[in-house]
């Protein structure tokens, strides 16, 4: 499957851990998204990168997260000091740079449960 | 910034009837639109998407659009549902050269009953 990655499908954390998820894209591709849908919601967009550079970041992205693309192919999405409002699946998209208007494609997600 | 409404939040319907759904999104600006459908356990996958031309986008499995801009709407529909339509359906709009973030509506879930 050449389709986009995240690990691990499920976590269940307690409150005040820290987590950390990992996002593979398809690998022709050089923008990256991370989104957050809560229950009944539609996705909400965190932050984006395009190769290694996060160019926007959320104001839902507080302090206690953190997204990195080191080398500008696999991201991670930490968030610190977890919190029973930080439960929510964890989606990461992905797209092409190179065209004028592309669609993003998405992973399966990162289910976090905060108990 | 902009947003994305979604109407309905669940709609029940038999097989072979026609479904609409209805997505109105609110910015200024040019945008790009989009459907996406998400089944029972899978992930986000692409319907239909309209960039520029024809208002009238076909997509995937006999789903249709129509972009109206008078109207910042862009509703879905497909004459015949079946079963395997059962979903949650979203609406998407991102602003041209805004580096394809995506803003999603609220979600539609479509029950199709046998």
């Known amino acids: 499957d050449t389709g986009v990655s995240q690990n691990p499908r499920h976590k269940i954390t307690k409150r005040g851990q820290n987590v950390t998820f990992r996002c593979d894209p398809i690998?022709?591709?050089?923008?990256l998204y991370w989104y957050r849908q809560t229950l009944g919601q539609g996705p909400e967009f965190l932050t984006y990168?395009?190769?290694?550079?996060?160019?926007?970041k959320s104001r839902l992205l507080s302090d206690r997260f953190s997204a990195e693309r080191p080398k500008g192919s696999f991201s991670t999405l930490e968030i610190q000091r977890t919190e029973q409002g930080d439960s929510a699946m964890y989606l990461c998209?992905?797209?092409?740079?190179?065209?004028?208007?592309?669609?993003?494609?998405f992973g399966q997600g990162t289910r976090l449960t905060v108990v | 910034a902009q947003s994305v409404s979604q109407h309905n939040h669940h709609v029940i319907l038999s097989e072979a009837a026609s479904l609409e759904l209805g997505c109105n999104y609110s910015?200024?600006?040019?945008?790009?639109l989009f459907w996406y459908v998400q089944y029972p356990g899978q992930h986000l996958q692409l319907l239909l998407k309209?960039?520029?031309?024809?208002?009238l986008v076909k997509g995937i499995k006999g789903f249709e659009a129509e972009f109206i801009k008078s109207k910042f709407s862009f509703n879905l529909r497909k004459p015949s549902v079946q079963w395997s339509d059962t979903a949650e359906y979203f609406c998407?709009?991102?602003?041209?050269?805004?580096?394809?973030?995506?803003?999603f509506g609220g979600g539609t879930r479509v029950l199709v009953k046998p």
């Open positions: 998209a992905s797209s092409s740079g190179t065209e004028r208007n592309t669609e993003a494609f």
């Open positions: 690998s022709e591709h050089n923008r």
């Open positions: 990168f395009q190769n290694e550079a996060q160019l926007e």
């Open positions: 910015y200024g600006g040019t945008v790009n």
């Open positions: 309209y960039f520029s031309g024809d208002p």
């Open positions: 998407a709009v991102n602003a041209q050269g805004a580096g394809n973030k995506l803003t």
